[in-house]
């Protein structure tokens, strides 16, 4: 009963993150209509804020497992792995917040002039960097989410978006016409922001899972001390 009853909180968490990003983006959408992307596009618009939002909590869950894993005395790599997830998280969490990648080639990369392939912006190297990093860190968090299905599941989906995202980032806009960079960079956030929730809801799943493990061993140990206890009594 117990377990079941811990499923069914985190299946309402999930829908919970789930629904309040999509009514965040509908809303987006909504308010600037039919200039849907005036609240969407933007670097410095509600929507990249809901993302820095996302991010910092991404981070914030990994922390929580880092230290759960330090209470149940896990070994070593899984405290460290966690908690270097949650100082990644964070450390993106303020490159969306200030737009560190976007300054960073504006006022130093671009000038170079050089493209790393024919159709991306001069200088834009920053954002394949960050997919390297990131494809690099992917089997280390594969492993950390050990703990449910759910988790990897979600871990999947939120690579395959970031990759898509990634490969939308490269794209020379300035090279379009006005209509389709607006609809490419909406496009391009909208998949970064269900990137990010999946991201979310894997660290959720993984936490819950842990919460109910503990729990279900907690009430093993309880059941033991009672048997034992009665087992005193008889005697």
């Known amino acids: 009963m117990g377990q079941e009853s811990g499923r069914q909180a985190e299946r309402l968490l999930l829908f919970a993150v789930w629904a309040g990003t999509a009514v965040f983006g509908i809303a ?9 992307w005036r609240y969407v596009a933007s670097e410095t618009a509600p929507l990249a ?4 939002v996302l991010l910092v909590l991404i981070s914030f869950i990994a922390a929580l497992m880092a230290f759960v894993r330090v209470l149940t005395g896990n ?3 899984v405290i460290w792995g966690w908690t270097a997830v949650a100082g ?4 993106l969490a303020l490159d969306e917040r200030f737009a560190l990648h976007e300054r960073i080639r504006d006022r130093l990369l671009k000038p170079t002039g050089i493209r790393l392939l ?11 960097i960050y997919t390297l990093c990131g494809l690099a860190a992917a089997w280390g968090i594969w492993r950390l989410l050990d703990i449910g299905k759910a988790a990897r599941t979600f871990f999947i989906a ?4 970031s990759a898509c995202a990634a490969g939308m980032d490269t794209i020379d806009v300035r090279s379009l016409d006005q209509g389709m960079e607006r ?3 909406s496009i391009e956030e909208g998949l970064e922001t269900a990137a990010m929730t999946c991201f979310l809801s894997a660290f959720l799943s ?4 842990t919460l109910r493990s503990l729990a279900s061993g907690a009430a093993q140990v309880r059941d033991a001390d009672r048997q034992e206890e009665r087992r005193s009594d008889m005697l």
């Open 49 to 52: 804020w809901f993302e820095t």
């Open 118 to 128: 024919p159709w991306m912006e001069a200088g834009d190297w920053i954002i394949p």
């Open 183 to 185: 609809l490419l960079q």
């Open 75 to 77: 070994c070593r790599r």
């Open 158 to 161: 939120a690579l395959l978006l």
């Open 88 to 91: 990644g998280f964070i450390a």
């Open 28 to 36: 987006m959408v909504a308010a600037g209509w039919p200039q849907y």
């Open 206 to 209: 993984a936490f819950t899972a």
